[in-house]
């Protein structure tokens, strides 16, 4: 297992942190919040003048065919910026489909999915009772589903591709915490669906797709927290002297900076032992999620606590970065249920 970077993969990350840095403005962010929730020309720059949309698609399939710490690098930076997009369409159901899905729906779905042309959204529930192939039931908290093209929806009898326009769905759209990924739900009346014939593979795939794009964009996020706090204590001067200069204020810098490495740390090692089928890699997986999560919201809620009185307004960005930690906390499993699964995978199920 390599923890280093290779020359591509930092190039990757270069560019795509430059990209985000310039065009995933707050400003932008916000709009798109005033909206459907995605940035439409930032996602048409990602997938077609960058092609980053098919970085973890096949080769065969109109992808670059690269694995999950390349797709690590760039949610990383999407995070960094809340960008407004539509990440886990392409963590989730593209990886189903290519690790469980048929030749068909392979060259049907995975070419549209790696250029932008179809948004994808991924949703699971036990409510779901099949008949005839067609899919009854309601599917809760499915991100960006209110402007989804397709869906790919798991059950424990399977998981099948579920066309948006298809008969019998209907979608509703609560108002949510995060608006830069609105939650929508889905309900199914005799709606005909396209099972995938390894559908344990696909949801297998998925997951790790979901869990490592949500901790790298908690690991994204945290770490711009971090960078905007150090700014802020620089240039913001009470009694005379910057407010960094103050103990106390350094060392809550000091303890997010630790936390963020840690979880850095956790979030590449859960990428590659996943691309190098590594044994590791359900304990890295659960731990990278929980761990990850909780330093952006402890960082979050620390930049919102140091930036004083602005840090509450909401022409600050602090609450961005709040309401998308929040939400990365509980979505794909909360960092409790996380935790019970890596304790009963080291042994410790009992105990704890």
């Not at 250029?115 to 036990?126: C, F």
């Not at 970065?321 to 199920?349: C, P, T, Y």
Request: aromatic share 8%; net charge negative; glycine share 12%.
């Amino acid at each position: 297992m390599q923890f280093a970077f290779t020359e591509e993969q930092a190039m990757i990350a270069e560019t795509a942190r430059a990209f985000f840095a310039g065009n995933a403005t707050s400003e932008r962010t916000r709009r798109a919040m005033e909206g459907d929730g995605i940035d439409r020309d930032l996602w048409a720059s990602f997938c077609t003048e960058l092609g980053l949309a098919g970085i973890a698609v096949p080769e065969a399939h109109g992808g670059s065919g690269l694995g999950l710490v390349e797709f690590a690098t760039i949610a990383e930076a999407a995070g960094a910026q809340v960008a407004a997009l539509p990440l886990l369409g392409l963590a989730m159901p593209a990886r189903a489909i290519a690790a469980g899905g048929s030749e068909a729906q392979k060259r049907e779905w995975l070419p549209k999915l790696a250029s932008g042309e179809v948004i994808a959204a991924p949703g699971g529930s036990h409510d779901q009772r099949v008949g005839d192939g067609k899919l009854t039931g309601t599917v809760d908290f499915v991100p960006h589903g209110g402007i989804a093209d397709m869906f790919v929806l798991a059950s424990p009898e399977g998981a099948w591709i579920v066309r948006a326009d298809a008969p019998g769905l209907a979608i509703e759209r609560p108002v949510t915490m995060d608006q830069t990924r609105p939650l929508a739900r889905v309900t199914l009346t005799d709606t005909p669906g396209d099972p995938l014939p390894d559908w344990q593979a696909g949801l297998e795939a998925a997951r790790a797709g979901g869990w490592i794009c949500v901790a790298a964009e908690a690991l994204g996020g945290a770490q711009a927290t971090l960078d905007r706090t150090v700014g802020y204590a620089q240039e913001r001067v009470q009694f005379g002297r910057p407010i960094g200069s103050f103990q106390a204020y350094k060392h809550r810098l000091a303890d997010m900076m630790v936390e963020i490495e840690q979880a850095r740390s956790a979030v590449y090692w859960a990428a590659c032992a996943v691309d190098e089928d590594s044994a590791e890699a359900p304990l890295a997986l659960h731990s990278a999620k929980s761990f990850a999560a909780d330093t952006y919201c402890r960082c979050a809620g620390d930049m919102i606590q140091l930036h004083g009185g602005i840090g509450f307004t909401w022409e600050h960005d602090a609450h961005l970065f709040f309401k998308r930690a929040r939400a990365i906390r509980s979505m794909l499993g909360d960092s409790d249920w996380h935790r019970e699964q890596v304790a009963n995978i080291i042994g410790l199920g009992e105990a704890a």
